[in-house]
């Protein structure tokens, strides 16, 4: 053993040995409990940077802390290999996406590996590898005859920058989520969708039942939010102009109808052209929709301007037959409900600015007093009433009911007639999958005008690989291709074409982990018994921005293999940590400002150990990490943590080098101990509780950090009382101490921690070790022995537990005998304590 520390030497001997012996290929022969611990696959755009970093090493010390407890632990990784900035670079650089992807795979491979994380790579998969994504093809084939995906022509939103369409999760808030500075349009498209409404029930029960003990809370208010439950009913209102024609609307609170002062519809509606053949003023209504409509769905929905327009047609109010006008208007959406509404503005604040600005008449009919009453003849002025209430006397046969009841009875009367329906809408909306980019899976789809079919490509035939010799130079490579989209239908044998769109790459990350599993699979995705084996996912780390995208799409693809049969459980993931950001000097690490940390300078300059080990202690895994990087007067730069890191490896292996001899000699724990051993022991013992708790409860592995430290400090003091001793007892107990903190360095620093439990005499690699197990006796904090006065005067002392309240340490200090005995014929005034430091009980 080198005196000095020298971690790359160290690294290099470790990753070679992991890698010559597949330290961390998985058993998985039924001998051992199994855990599934998996970080979100990157994309490979080329360098890994600290938060890369971050998440993986907060996944690696799970993992490893799991083996040391005695699991088969699967902790795989691949690569989320298609997508948009492949693309680019081919068209920037002339370069093939292919070559381009595959050589940054491999770059940041050798990063990983360099990090030493424990990774069985035996399991590697490569989203754009024909033979993975010939089963995204397989399963959306499927999907189609099941009726899961489906074809229709919608309003979808465009990223023009992205130059493809959005999935609504992709454009929360109106921008694209590649493109934070830039508003998504609305276009009509063509496209294809997974019909994840399906679902919308089973997603929100997850949130309340399964997922709500092992998922941050903010991350499942999110998805609840967005999938947005509401519970109300549809109503048609027909239009007076042309009474075939009905403008469906959607309310919770169907008890304010008879309050209608108009119906609103979106100006991208489906009836809009039929509405603008009818109306009186139609060039004045169509120049209004194309103004809306051209405007970015972050402009109408920031807008706080009202704008709208009257068409000149009339609805009829299906409760009272009352002519309502038609309007439209720019805060209507067609996305959201029926795309149409009714305007209540006595009873909805929105539809009440919207009315006083048009001069639109405002009826009051719920009431928070009964109708009788001298208040009912009020009149609103300012601000509308959105309690719930009782029904005004101009309200039909609803009169005088609960809003609660009104609700239920209308509804009944609704349905009765024939005009309306109780029902539950969402906010969520089907998946639009289609991309109209060519770095992705193509849509195994094959489109016939002969026979007037869109029908599936014959199995025998996936996958439908991408053609080598695209021109990415053109707008739409597939399209243009001249062989690509040349095929026979499958049904009445005339030319046909194939689908030029590709699929979003959130189908690729649906399921890659399933893969995992069963990753060299030829005949199916994944063999079924495998994949029970090792799912759900025990514990997923990833980024919180994922929350309505990626984790609620894998949710719901998830509930879809299951009625494929594939599998037979609804959620995949157990348990998720959604990691803290780590930025620079106060600002977000970014290309574009030029603040990104290079982990490979920092490996370089202080080893992997301790980059790993500085980055793990800077904060706990949720809470963000601000990285400071100090430059000095040359320009070059330097990382305080990591190198203090550094310095606190190479203590530790200063220690271990001290006492690796006499180490080396003893077996055993002590049967007596001096009493700096005595310390000692309790030390190791309560470090090894602690460390233990930070694992088990919450994951605090910046704790576990602190601890390592704290019993290095204790280790250095037995060092410093026992010098050069070879007195078996104290030998065993450093030995016992540095075992402890070997082990509880493993998961945060495994290079050093294998090389160090070597030295202790260990034969086999800490991959098959086990975490110390730790004696609670030894392990609780020693009493302390606190001084009890009467009047002031000290007259006894009493040992207590460290953590006594302050109400049990006053009993404990009365109940003592010499007390009693002091102050039995006496009155006991007051008693004061001073915490964990003196008692003094005040008589007379």
Same mark, same amino acid.
């Given at each position: 053993?080198?005196?000095?520390?020298?971690?790359?030497?160290? !690294?290099?001997?470790?990753?070679?040995?992991?890698?010559?012996?597949?330290?961390?290929?998985?058993?998985?022969?039924?001998?051992?409990?199994?855990?599934?611990?998996?970080?979100?696959?990157?994309?490979?755009?080329?360098?890994?940077?600290?938060?890369?970093?971050?998440?993986?090493?907060?996944?690696?010390?799970?993992?490893?802390?799991?083996?040391?407890?005695?699991?088969?632990?699967?902790?795989?990784?691949?690569?989320?290999?298609?997508?948009?900035?492949?693309?680019?670079?081919?068209?920037?650089?002339?370069?093939?996406?292919?070559?381009?992807?595959?050589?940054?795979?491999?770059?940041?491979?050798?990063?990983?590996?360099?990090?030493?994380?424990?990774?069985?790579?035996?399991?590697?998969?490569?989203?754009?590898?024909?033979?993975?994504?010939?089963?995204?093809?397989?399963?959306?084939?499927?999907?189609?005859?099941?009726?899961?995906?489906?074809?229709?022509?919608?309003?979808?939103?465009?990223?023009?920058?992205?130059?493809?369409?959005?999935?609504?999760?992709?454009?929360?808030?109106?921008?694209?989520?590649?493109?934070?500075?830039?508003?998504?349009?609305?276009?009509?498209?063509?496209?294809?969708?997974?019909?994840?409404?399906?679902?919308?029930?089973?997603?929100?029960?997850?949130?309340?039942?399964?997922?709500?003990?092992?998922?941050?809370?903010?991350?499942?208010?999110?998805?609840?939010?967005?999938?947005?439950?509401?519970?109300?009913?549809?109503?048609?209102?027909?239009?007076?102009?042309?009474?075939?024609?009905?403008?469906?609307?959607?309310?919770?609170?169907?008890?304010?109808?008879?309050?209608?002062?108009?119906?609103?519809?979106?100006?991208?509606?489906?009836?809009?052209?039929?509405?603008?053949?009818? /109306?009186?003023?139609?060039?004045?209504?169509?120049?209004?929709?194309?103004?809306?409509?051209?405007?970015?769905?972050?402009?109408?929905?920031?807008?706080?301007?009202?704008?709208?327009?009257?068409?000149?047609?009339?609805?009829?109010?299906?409760?009272?037959?009352?002519?309502?006008?038609?309007?439209?208007?720019?805060?209507?959406?067609?996305?959201?409900?029926?795309?149409?509404?009714?305007?209540?503005?006595?009873?909805?604040?929105?539809?009440?600015?919207?009315?006083?600005?048009?001069?639109?008449?405002?009826?009051?009919?719920?009431?928070?007093?009964?109708?009788?009453?001298?208040?009912?003849?009020?009149?609103?002025?300012?601000?509308?009433?959105?309690?719930?209430?009782?029904?005004?006397?101009?309200?039909?046969?609803?009169?005088?009911?609960?809003?609660?009841?009104?609700?239920?009875?209308?509804?009944?009367?609704? !349905?009765?007639?024939?005009?309306?329906?109780?029902?539950?809408?969402?906010?969520?909306?089907?998946?639009?999958?289609?991309?109209?980019?060519?770095?992705?899976?193509?849509?195994?789809?094959?489109?016939?005008?002969?026979?007037?079919?869109?029908?599936?490509?014959?199995?025998?035939?996936?996958?439908?690989?991408?053609?080598?010799?695209?021109?990415?130079?053109?707008?739409?490579?597939?399209?243009?291709?001249?062989?690509?989209?040349?095929?026979?239908?499958?049904?009445?044998?005339?030319?046909?074409?194939?689908?030029?769109?590709?699929?979003?790459?959130?189908?690729?990350?649906?399921?890659?982990?399933?893969?995992?599993?069963?990753?060299?699979?030829?005949?199916?995705?994944?063999?079924?018994?495998?994949?029970?084996?090792?799912?759900?996912?025990?514990?997923?780390?990833?980024?919180?921005?994922?929350?309505?995208?990626?984790?609620?799409?894998?949710?719901?693809?998830?509930?879809?293999?299951?009625?494929?049969?594939?599998?037979?459980?609804?959620?995949?993931?157990?348990?998720?940590?959604?990691?803290?950001?780590?930025?620079?000097?106060?600002?977000?690490?970014?290309?574009?400002?030029?603040?990104?940390?290079?982990?490979?300078?920092?490996?370089?300059?202080?080893?992997?150990?301790?980059?790993?080990?500085?980055?793990?202690?800077?904060?706990?895994?949720?809470?963000?990490?601000?990285?400071?990087?100090?430059?000095?007067?040359?320009?070059?730069?330097?990382?305080?943590?990591?190198?203090?890191?550094?310095?606190?490896?190479?203590?530790?292996?200063?220690?271990?080098?001290?006492?690796?001899?006499?180490?080396?000699?003893?077996?055993?724990?002590?049967?007596?101990?001096?009493?700096?051993?005595?310390?000692?022991?309790?030390?190791?013992?309560?470090?090894?509780?602690?460390?233990?708790?930070?694992?088990?409860?919450?994951?605090?592995?910046?704790?576990?950090?602190?601890?390592?430290?704290?019993?290095?400090?204790?280790?250095?003091?037995?060092?410093?009382?026992?010098?050069?001793?070879?007195?078996?007892?104290?030998?065993?107990?450093?030995?016992?101490?540095?075992?402890?903190?070997?082990?509880?360095?493993?998961?945060?620093?495994?290079?050093?921690?294998? !090389?160090?439990?070597?030295?202790?005499?260990?034969?086999?690699?800490?991959?098959?070790?086990?975490?110390?197990?730790?004696?609670?006796?030894?392990?609780?904090?020693?009493?302390?022995?606190?001084?009890?006065?009467?009047?002031?005067?000290?007259?006894?002392?009493?040992?207590?537990?460290?953590?006594? /309240?302050?109400?049990?340490?006053?009993?404990?200090?009365?109940?003592?005998?010499?007390?009693?005995?002091?102050?039995?014929?006496?009155?006991?005034?007051?008693?004061?304590?001073?915490?964990?430091?003196?008692?003094?009980?005040?008589?007379?």
């Amino acid at each position: 053993m080198h005196e000095k520390y020298q971690p790359h030497v160290v !690294e290099e001997k470790w990753q070679r040995i992991w890698r010559e012996q597949n330290t961390f290929a998985v058993r998985d022969d039924g001998r051992r409990p199994r855990y599934y611990m998996l970080e979100m696959l990157p994309y490979p755009s080329g360098r890994i940077h600290l938060g890369h970093v971050r998440n993986y090493s907060i996944g690696d010390a799970v993992a490893w802390y799991k083996r040391l407890q005695g699991y088969d632990v699967l902790h795989p990784m691949g690569w989320d290999a298609f997508g948009l900035p492949a693309e680019n670079a081919a068209i920037k650089q002339g370069a093939r996406p292919d070559e381009w992807t595959y050589q940054n795979i491999a770059a940041m491979r050798a990063q990983l590996q360099r990090l030493g994380f424990s990774y069985d790579w035996s399991r590697e998969i490569a989203s754009c590898q024909p033979e993975y994504y010939r089963w995204n093809q397989w399963m959306f084939i499927q999907l189609f005859k099941k009726g899961l995906v489906y074809r229709k022509r919608a309003t979808v939103n465009w990223c023009p920058k992205c130059n493809t369409s959005l999935a609504n999760e992709q454009a929360e808030g109106g921008y694209c989520w590649r493109h934070p500075d830039t508003p998504v349009e609305q276009r009509e498209l063509e496209q294809w969708f997974v019909r994840q409404t399906h679902y919308a029930e089973e997603l929100l029960a997850g949130i309340e039942g399964p997922l709500k003990n092992g998922w941050p809370g903010h991350v499942l208010k999110r998805q609840h939010d967005w999938i947005g439950r509401s519970e109300g009913a549809e109503v048609d209102f027909a239009l007076s102009e042309a009474p075939a024609i009905t403008v469906r609307i959607f309310t919770t609170r169907l008890d304010t109808i008879y309050g209608a002062n108009a119906v609103i519809v979106a100006p991208e509606h489906p009836l809009m052209e039929q509405l603008l053949e009818r /109306s009186p003023v139609r060039s004045q209504v169509a120049a209004f929709v194309a103004r809306i409509t051209a405007q970015s769905l972050r402009e109408r929905t920031e807008s706080r301007e009202k704008e709208g327009v009257e068409t000149g047609l009339h609805a009829i109010n299906p409760f009272n037959g009352e002519r309502l006008p038609v309007w439209t208007a720019n805060f209507v959406l067609a996305q959201y409900g029926t795309g149409a509404l009714m305007s209540v503005p006595a009873h909805d604040e929105r539809d009440f600015e919207f009315s006083r600005k048009y001069g639109l008449p405002i009826r009051r009919v719920v009431w928070d007093t009964t109708p009788s009453d001298p208040q009912s003849t009020l009149k609103i002025s300012t601000v509308p009433f959105m309690d719930e209430g009782v029904l005004g006397s101009d309200c039909g046969p609803f009169s005088g009911l609960t809003s609660a009841a009104a609700r239920q009875a209308m509804a009944h009367h609704a !349905e009765t007639h024939g005009f309306g329906k109780r029902t539950v809408v969402y906010r969520l909306r089907d998946w639009g999958i289609s991309r109209q980019r060519a770095w992705g899976t193509p849509i195994p789809m094959i489109h016939c005008d002969a026979c007037g079919t869109i029908s599936p490509e014959k199995e025998e035939n996936l996958p439908i690989t991408l053609p080598p010799d695209l021109d990415f130079s053109v707008g739409a490579p597939l399209a243009t291709h001249p062989t690509f989209t040349k095929v026979t239908c499958p049904n009445c044998g005339a030319p046909a074409r194939r689908d030029t769109d590709t699929m979003d790459t959130f189908v690729d990350s649906n399921w890659y982990y399933f893969r995992y599993c069963d990753p060299h699979n030829d005949r199916c995705p994944f063999d079924r018994e495998i994949v029970q084996r090792w799912l759900p996912v025990d514990f997923y780390i990833g980024g919180d921005e994922h929350a309505v995208m990626h984790l609620i799409y894998t949710r719901a693809w998830t509930m879809m293999m299951r009625d494929l049969g594939l599998i037979d459980f609804g959620e995949p993931i157990r348990r998720l940590l959604t990691q803290g950001m780590v930025i620079l000097n106060g600002a977000k690490m970014s290309k574009s400002r030029g603040n990104i940390v290079d982990p490979d300078d920092m490996i370089r300059r202080y080893g992997a150990d301790a980059t790993r080990l500085s980055i793990l202690f800077a904060a706990p895994p949720e809470r963000e990490v601000d990285w400071k990087r100090v430059t000095d007067e040359y320009g070059a730069d330097d990382y305080p943590a990591a190198e203090g890191a550094m310095r606190y490896l190479a203590r530790v292996w200063r220690l271990v080098h001290r006492w690796r001899d006499r180490c080396r000699s003893v077996t055993g724990l002590p049967a007596t101990v001096s009493p700096a051993a005595e310390v000692t022991r309790r030390a190791t013992h309560r470090a090894l509780a602690r460390a233990t708790e930070a694992f088990e409860q919450g994951l605090r592995l910046n704790v576990v950090v602190a601890t390592c430290m704290e019993l290095t400090n204790d280790l250095y003091d037995f060092d410093t009382a026992v010098g050069e001793t070879t007195e078996t007892t104290d030998v065993q107990t450093m030995r016992e101490g540095l075992e402890a903190l070997v082990l509880m360095l493993t998961p945060l620093a495994p290079h050093i921690a294998e !090389e160090l439990w070597q030295e202790l005499g260990h034969t086999t690699s800490l991959a098959q070790a086990r975490w110390m197990t730790y004696d609670p006796e030894l392990a609780r904090a020693p009493q302390l022995e606190i001084p009890v006065q009467v009047n002031g005067k000290l007259k006894s002392r009493i040992l207590v537990a460290p953590d006594l /309240s302050d109400a049990d340490l006053e009993a404990a200090a009365l109940a003592d005998e010499r007390i009693r005995a002091l102050i039995t014929d006496k009155t006991v005034v007051k008693v004061i304590v001073v915490p964990k430091r003196l008692v003094n009980i005040v008589v007379r």
